[in-house]
């Protein structure tokens, strides 16, 4: 009976000696990784968004605005922002992207926002869709990131 009991005694030591040392060697490695994450962080650059970016973030708040107007009926006096028209001249986050098909897109989409401002009594759902569907257009086939933001602007 004593010998079971030395004997047990023994491999309970020898089972929490492993513990210890497993212990020890994921602390070692959570040590590792978060002298890894800091070294990381110190050559961290933060993202500068493009002159095209920040007009597109200005366009969407825009719209969201003018969203929130339609859906709770109150009447648009507003004119179309001058903004808008530095599509044609923002710093683009890939300059390559400037190409035919996205002056196409940019002209298309300023007459649909222009005969959208053109009657203030006539700023309908149908027309504010029209400007989103036209955003639409252009991101389905340049930049898809904020397709799916972009598509809350629709009216239902």
């Keep these: 009976m004593i010998r079971f009991a ?3 005694l023994v491999l309970c030591g020898c089972i929490s000696c492993q513990q210890v040392k497993k212990e020890a060697s994921t602390r070692d490695q959570s040590d590792q990784t978060l002298k890894s ?3 990381d962080s110190a050559t961290f650059e ?3 968004l493009s002159e095209m970016a920040v007009l597109m973030e ?5 719209n969201q605005r003018i969203r929130d107007r339609i ?3 109150i009447p648009l006096t507003d004119s179309m922002p001058s903004l808008h028209q530095r599509l044609f001249t923002a710093v683009m986050t ?7 098909f996205f002056e196409t897109q940019a002209r298309a989409f ?3 926002e222009e005969a959208f401002y053109e009657d203030p009594n006539q700023q309908t759902k149908a027309k504010f869709n029209a400007i989103v569907e036209a955003c639409l257009s252009c991101h389905q086939k340049k930049c898809g990131g904020p397709i ?3 598509k809350k602007l629709l009216i239902p």
Excluded: C, H, N, S
């Excluded at 200005?58 to 825009?62: F, G, L, R």
């Design 94 to 100: 890939d300059p390559t992207d400037r190409d035919l």
């Design 110 to 112: 300023i007459q649909v």
């Design 58 to 62: 200005q366009m969407y708040v825009d």
């Design 37 to 39: 994450a800091q070294q």
């Design 46 to 48: 933060l993202y500068e």
């Design 148 to 150: 799916p933001r972009i």
């Design 6 to 8: 030395i004997v047990l």
């Design 71 to 73: 859906m709770e009926g």
